[in-house]
């Protein structure tokens, strides 16, 4: 059974720094994509970053670029998403999700910027 | 950037009844290997989304075959042939040819009248 578990979310100052991970299980991580998608409090979806099966290609949305690092580690089944400079806009539930189809998808985590 | 733009917003059907939601695109989405790369997903209250349908209309395991994906080039189509209470969330179209970004619709809310 394919499995995505968030976690390392919470509440953080804006400024501040908060890294969220994403463990896989139940499939053969290193063969996918990986993406992170956020939904603001009562809002869509909206596409955060995407990275490749080796890490090479990264894809960020323009309103995170230079501020968030979309990584993984294939030894670990292990996605990450390092979040720095922080701002209130970007409260939000983060999901991360299986393939540039999102065939699969974690029950999420949710980060709440506010001071 | 492709812009995916769903209607209604907001879809109050009766149980048994059908419902319809249509989604456009502002560019096509052939791509050059001749895939539609033209997602759909279902978000039901508190849960996380889920994929229904992916290449316009490939149903994923576990989707009931009321559920239908349809549509070429621009325009696109959901359609429940008879609504039942688990299907009330808000649905989804999200294209993955034309990337980065890859896009989202504004979400479709079907509730129950």
């Known amino acids: 059974e394919v499995q995505l578990v968030e976690s390392g979310g919470g509440l953080v100052q804006p400024g501040g720094s908060l890294r969220l991970s994403c463990a896989a299980s139940g499939f053969t991580f290193s063969n996918y994509w990986m993406i992170w998608v956020r939904q603001a409090p009562g809002k869509g979806l909206e596409w955060v970053a995407n990275i490749n099966q080796d890490g090479s290609e990264k894809y960020y949305v323009d309103s995170v670029k230079g501020r968030f690092t979309i990584s993984r580690d294939n030894t670990k089944n292990s996605l990450y998403l390092q979040m720095t400079s922080l701002r209130a806009e970007d409260t939000a539930v983060y999901y991360c999700a299986r393939g540039r189809d999102c065939g699969y998808w974690g029950q999420g985590n949710l980060v709440t910027v506010s001071s | ?113």
């Open chain 2, 1 to 113: 950037d492709v812009v995916m733009t769903q209607s209604p917003l907001s879809l109050p059907v009766t149980l048994g009844q059908p419902a319809s939601i249509s989604c456009r695109s502002s560019q096509s989405l052939v791509y050059s290997d001749g895939n539609t790369y033209l997602n759909w997903f279902q978000q039901r209250p508190g849960q996380s989304p889920r994929r229904l349908f992916y290449n316009v209309s490939n149903r994923d395991s576990g989707v009931p075959d009321r559920f239908s994906g349809s549509g070429s080039g621009t325009d696109f189509t959901l359609k429940i042939s008879r609504v039942e209470a688990e299907d009330v969330g808000v649905y989804y179209c999200m294209q993955g040819t034309h990337w980065p970004p890859w896009t989202f619709g504004q979400g479709t809310k079907v509730e129950i009248k």
